[in-house]
């Protein structure tokens, strides 16, 4: 199985902590790609729209970006790790977010992330954590992926792995470890009701803008390339 990773911190801290016990569940016969943000895509998305309205090799930022979207494409279990800031998920796991866009279902999906299982992350020194699940959650919906599983933990004792009770980082670990369990074994996976709701309305979207156009928007040309609509 590969498994992609995507850190929404570059520090070392409780997120690595529990991104590693969560990995190191899965490590033997799996192979692991990780990313680090910001280190690897150090740009906010400057909206020029040029993946919108050309293609995406031609984002300025395309040389980042691509290999993390080819990752993440060619992975079995996608990854996302991230603290909490301000009840919601890292500016710099957003801005990867941001950068997807062009690959929602409204404009140009790629049909294997319908296949894909994702866990994400979280860990805050509170309880409050649905908010920064949701960011991430609500992108990989739309980018067509059905099988999204969170789990947050409340740090609640304070912010530093190390000055954590050992009864606490116990909790936290045997919570990690069991999430982990359930990614030993690679599974099929079945496209949900909502991820063919979703396809489906935008299907009818993309056939009616598509009727009206000429020539076809790139988004348009996708969908008809791909046998989705008629041109
Ligand atoms: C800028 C910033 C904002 C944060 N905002 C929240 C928050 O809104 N709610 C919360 O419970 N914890 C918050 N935290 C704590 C983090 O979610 C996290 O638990 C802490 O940074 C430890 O993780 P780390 O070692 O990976 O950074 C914040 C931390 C930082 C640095």
Redesign the pocket.
Known sequence: MKIVVING?Q????????KEIFLDALREGNTIKEYYLPKDLPHFCVGCKNCFFKSEEQCPHAEYVMPIWNDLLESDLLVFAA??????TTAQMKTLLDHLCVHWMVHRPDERMRYKRAVIL????????KG?QKDVATSLRWLGVSDIKALGL??MEG???KELSEKRRGAMTAKIQKLASKYKKPRRVRRGIKNRALFFMTKLLHQAIAKKENPLSADSRHWVDKGWIKG
Do not use: E
């Open positions: 911190t520090v070392k801290g409780c997120t690595y902590r529990i603290p909490v800031y301000a009840l919601r979280t860990n805050a020194i509170g309880m409050i954590q920064a409340g740090l912010v530093v792995w």
